[in-house]
């Protein structure tokens, strides 16, 4: 028979895995301590905007019509500990508060409440990004705390979805990876991971240690890259040379591939900035600190980004923010998304408004969160009203709706055509011939 499966906390993550294990054919309890969250998905909504999370939660939840019915919610871990042989820790792990290091509390308290509730053989598998070492001591810690003890197993199977990709990401990986304690653990999973998820996708088996630092190792990877491309983004800039041209250069290279070139105000989210920073914290923990010593670096870089983006506005209006009107287009991370955690736009944003600047924000799906995190800014409620009376422009996260703007339109309510565009993304030639000063991060200015 096929396992019933759980999933413990359903933000971005637990949310679309488990929607995602229901359109395979599971049954599925998927469990978050937050009632409203629970209140919200049992009616089949989902509490934040991922494209097609949505419309794939309504196929499968119990209640809604023409539903499979394969998918409930609770906020009980008795029920969760009854329901399932195989439970998935989906919970975040977010920077600790003025450390780099990350915040365990979410995982340590999923398993201390679903441990006591395993009467019978389960297995648990933990998809948090957590440090390395951790799988361990929760192995440890499942075996004491669950009644059915050592039949308790544990696997960690980090995930690698991004956000506005989360289904596409989750019902087609890259990669399966699962850490292992034993053969057991292993042969679930394959099981789990069996047609379509797993079909023609490698499946790699690890130890604990190694499966947890794929994860952070990836994220670093990536982290790299784009600071990588935003260095020299900083060099072309100097040498009057375009970023966007050399990426695409070097992007020919197999070895260096094209993805994840794109310069501009840098990258920001739940993930890639807490990622490095906590890898780094674990790394000094293991006395290996210089191992990770570029990170700082990457970081530095990174947040060097939203600091010049702010020079060069500033530059734009004449050195000096003070009466001056200045539209921020987009909020989120990035687009496709309505998360503004770290946003490199929303700190832009933030940083100009404390030098006197007048600010006015407008992104598509972001403004809720936006407003909450940053209720002294001004909001628009479109980016042609946020542009009104501008004396500049910011385009900083690349919303397809930005790309499609017409710089005539937008042209007859700014007090001063000028636009700098933070994604590299706008298409210069057009905004020029509209009779905009277009300038863009690491590009020639015309
Ligand atoms: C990332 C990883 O991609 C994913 O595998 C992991 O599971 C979670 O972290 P996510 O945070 O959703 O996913 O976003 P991603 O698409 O990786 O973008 C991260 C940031 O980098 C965004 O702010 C984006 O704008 C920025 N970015 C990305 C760039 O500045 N340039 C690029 O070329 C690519």
Redesign the pocket.
Known sequence: MAPKITVIGTGYLGATHAAAMAELGFDVLGLDVVPEKVESLSHGKVPMYEPGLEELLRKHVAGIEGSSGRLRFTTSFEEAGEFGDVHFICVNTPQKHGEYACDMSYVESAFTSLAPQLRRPALVVGKSTVPVGSAARLAELLVELAPAGSDVELAWNP???????AVE?TLHPDRIVVGVAGERAEKVLREVYATPIGEGTPFVVADYPTAELV?TA??SF?AT??SF??AMAEVCEAADGDVAKLAEAIGHDDRIGK??????????????PK?IRAFMARAGELGVDQALTFLREVDSINMRRRSHMVELARESVGGSFLGQRVAVLGAT??PD?DDVRD??ALNVAGQIHLQGGQVTVYDPKGMDNARRLYPTLAYAPTALDACRGAHVVLHL??WREFRELDPAELGDVVAAQRILDG?NALDAGTWRAAGWTYRAMGRPRA
Do not use: H, M, Q, Y
């Open positions: 995930e690698f979805l991004r956000e506005g990709f990401d994860k990836a994220n990536l890259k784009i491309i935003n993805k994840f070139l794109r310069a501009g105000v840098g990258f920001g989210g739940g993930c890639l990622d991370f990035k998304s946003s490199p996260t690349e994604r």
